[in-house]
């Protein structure tokens, strides 16, 4: 079944994939080779990339003046893009941004680093407590830890994020599983871990198959503010730009400096209705 989902999932036919299995039966690591090898598995293509690769051979001809250099997609990148494009296509997105006041978590992760510094542990980063709040309010707001099916709504129990991850290849979105009971610091070692391993081409199915919610972060990039496209067939993802500072009026009435993160929710407005976007974004900021 796993096989079955990821083939589904990745576009590729399981009729060219050579089984490695008992009797030659297909399992998940040969669909996951297939994947991450560039190809389809030896399945022949299809009708319609067949015609898009002759308008690509008669658009290959330069006009006068202009200079380029064709580079053929991989699997991985038709993969994506069939995935993106389904996405926007099917999902009816909407957008829910809000400004969340950095000062105490900013505070707590120096604590925190302070304390493993001492004992030797590796640093917490501002991604690592990202993680941890949206797992948080996931718990608190459950009806945005679902998917849509075709005759129900799937709420799941487990909170299992997927992270964004840029690598060589694309983009894959590794899984921080059960994230809601996992301390910063375990947390903080499955991003680094499995980061690594996305970067080598080293992770297994069951390390990015499947996940209930995703979190990209871009804010290391300088990005202030930005919209994710949701991963299906998750129903929201949110997006999470840089940290400024900024004058902000205080309770009692006067100003001070204050660091600020800008985070927007992706919901498919099929599953999560304004409002409960809106209270799983208040959950978040705590």
Request: aromatic share 4%; charged share 20%; proline share 5%.
């Amino acid at each position: 079944p796993l096989a079955r989902k990821m083939a589904a999932e990745g576009g590729v036919s399981l009729d060219g994939v050579s089984g490695s299995g008992p009797g030659g039966r297909i399992v998940a690591e040969d669909v996951s080779k297939a994947l991450a090898s560039g190809g389809s598995g030896g399945a022949a293509p299809a009708p319609a990339a067949d015609a898009a690769a002759g308008v690509r051979g008669a658009a290959a001809v330069p006009l006068a003046g202009e200079s380029f250099v064709d580079v053929p997609h991989s699997q991985m990148r038709r993969v994506i893009a069939q995935r993106l494009l389904e996405s926007k296509q099917t999902i009816p997105h909407y957008y829910l941004t809000v400004e969340v006041r950095m000062d105490s978590m900013m505070a707590l992760r120096e604590q925190v680093n302070a304390a493993g510094a001492a004992s030797g542990s590796a640093k917490v980063s501002v991604n690592d407590f990202v993680i941890k709040a949206a797992a948080l309010a996931l718990k608190k707001v459950p009806g945005v830890n679902a998917s849509w099916q075709p005759e129900f709504t799937r709420l799941y129990h487990n909170v299992d994020i997927s992270v964004a991850v840029q690598t060589a290849a694309g983009l894959l979105t590794p899984i921080v599983k059960d994230a809601d009971s996992k301390g910063l610091g375990a947390i903080s070692a499955d991003v680094k871990s499995l980061a690594a391993k996305a970067k080598d081409g080293k992770l297994k199915p069951e390390e990015f198959v499947g996940g209930t919610f995703t979190i990209s972060n871009l804010g290391m990039f300088g990005v202030k503010q930005f919209a994710a496209i949701i991963n299906p067939p998750q129903a929201a993802i949110l997006a999470v730009g840089g940290t400024d500072t900024k004058v902000v009026q205080k309770k009692d009435g006067g100003y001070e400096n204050s660091k600020v993160m800008h985070v927007t929710l992706s919901c498919d407005h099929r599953v999560i209705d304004g409002a409960m976007g809106a209270e799983w974004l208040q959950a978040f900021k705590g």
